[in-house]
């Protein structure tokens, strides 16, 4: 019922910044969050951020004051701008949406910290 294609992951040096922006279609009426994760090789799937549709925000602890999450409704589009990247924050990141009943997965892109 809902899909969400992910982008802007690349490459980016220790220190950079990136932003990765998640567009949501089809019936979205439903959805009352989104959120961010990411998985490594070798460790489960990690909630990043999150942020409900009344405005209210949650970041893990390791990227608290490094990661800002946003939307813009007028383009059904949640992002999460990354700065100050560190080599620890490399990871497949995925957008999530969550619904009174349904919740759904984007993609997953491919966000490389290294020099």
């Known amino acids: 019922q809902v899909q969400l294609v992910e982008s802007g992951g690349g490459l980016v040096q220790p220190g950079g910044s990136l932003k990765l922006s998640c567009a949501a279609s089809?019936?979205?009426?439903?959805?009352?969050?989104m959120a961010w994760y990411r998985q490594v090789p070798g460790k489960q799937r990690e909630l990043v951020a999150s942020q409900h549709n009344n405005g209210i925000t949650n970041y893990a602890d390791s990227v608290k004051g490094r990661f800002t999450i946003s939307r813009d409704n007028a383009k059904n589009t949640v992002y999460l701008q990354m700065n100050s990247l560190k080599p620890e924050d490399t990871a497949v990141y995925y957008c999530?949406?969550?619904?009174?009943?349904?919740?759904?997965w984007g993609q997953g892109t491919q966000v490389t910290v290294s020099s």
């Open positions: 089809g019936n979205i009426f439903s959805i009352y969050a």
């Open positions: 999530a949406s969550y619904g009174d009943s349904d919740d759904y």
